[in-house]
């Protein structure tokens, strides 16, 4: 199964309290996952800042 971008922004809003828990401030999707080009078994960056 592949997450499109609009599945993996969902996801992190939905965990969004989780995640600035641990002290993130910024969420970045970059790659061929933000322009929605994502295929099955690429790897997904995500970059904290």
């Known amino acids: ?8 922004l969902q996801t992190l809003g939905e965990r969004q309290e989780t995640i600035r828990g ?3 401030r910024r969420l970045g999707l970059f790659g061929s996952a933000a322009r929605g ?3 099955p078994f690429m ?3 995500y970059r904290a800042f």
């Open 1 to 8: 199964m592949v997450a499109n971008r609009e599945e993996i």
């Open 37 to 39: 080009e994502a295929r």
């Open 22 to 24: 641990y002290g993130v």
């Open 43 to 45: 790897f997904r960056a």
